[in-house]
């Protein structure tokens, strides 16, 4: 396919809202992630339910640049995690060059960026995926695995890329300080991520309980809405604070 798909417009505007991930044992917002809004703070189900096969590879680069230029100009200084399905990604470096020409001409680091590894369809070609997040990985950029634990085949994916960071999906996080089961599977998560040498993040955290619970257990990378919502084109600062783990 040739790379002007990548580049060319979706047909409908596209805007960004960030949510920190906060790392507690310095109290300080360790990355933003960028989340799709539509240009006027339309929610993220109102953009995405346009996209659509033929339209997928421009939408994804479009997310992309929006999210450098929008966390540039925000005057971002700390890690930017972008969201992206792997059908977006038809060839790895050709459609990393609208990502990178994003940075050189914002001037934010290329070292800052993460990108996330999305489901929306079950991931069939695991070989492509390796290639994805090999190039990545050669480019200097972070690499996730999002919403882990609800997947397809991502306990495969995990030991066939090793990515930077592993996001534990919100569902297993929900009510985990009164879960046991729910305590037993993120901490057995947790270790086998540690022995990789992967970062975990605890995301959807909503209560201070859950909150205490997940630090108690050794993971440090905590983002929901007990800490902030996502901001409409803002990086909002995190409304509380934990004492370090």
């Known amino acids: 396919m040739d790379c002007k798909v990548c580049r060319n417009g979706v047909g409908f505007e596209i805007a960004m809202a960030f949510q920190p991930i906060v790392d507690i044992r310095s109290g300080e917002v360790h990355s933003f992630e960028a989340l799709v809004r539509g240009a006027q703070g339309q929610s993220a189900w109102e953009v995405l339910h346009q996209i659509t096969p033929e339209n997928r590879y421009a939408f994804d680069q479009k997310c992309r640049v929006t999210a450098i230029e ?136 909503e209560t201070m309980s859950e909150a205490q619970t997940i630090a108690e257990m050794g993971i440090t990378l905590l983002q929901g809405y007990l800490f902030a919502r996502p901001g409409f084109e803002a990086l909002p600062a995190p409304s509380i604070r934990l004492p370090a783990a």
Do not use: W
Request: aromatic letters at 6%; charged letters at 30%; one cysteine or more.
């Open 70 to 205: 929008t966390a540039s100009r925000l005057g971002l200084a700390c890690k930017l995690n972008i969201n992206f399905a792997p059908n977006a990604v038809y060839e790895p470096r050709n459609c990393l060059r609208a990502t990178l020409d994003a940075t050189r001409r914002t001037g934010l680091p290329q070292s800052r960026l993460v990108f996330e590894l999305t489901e929306d369809e079950k991931i069939v070609d695991h070989d492509k995926v390796r290639q994805i997040f090999q190039e990545y990985k050669a480019q200097g950029l972070g690499t996730a695995i999002d919403d882990f634990g609800a997947g397809y085949s991502q306990l495969n994916l995990l030991s066939e890329i090793i990515p930077d960071y592993v996001k534990i999906d919100m569902k297993l996080v929900r009510d985990i300080d009164s879960d046991r089961a729910k305590r037993a599977i993120v901490n057995g998560l947790r270790v086998a991520c540690e022995e990789l040498g992967v970062r975990v993040i605890a995301e959807g955290i």
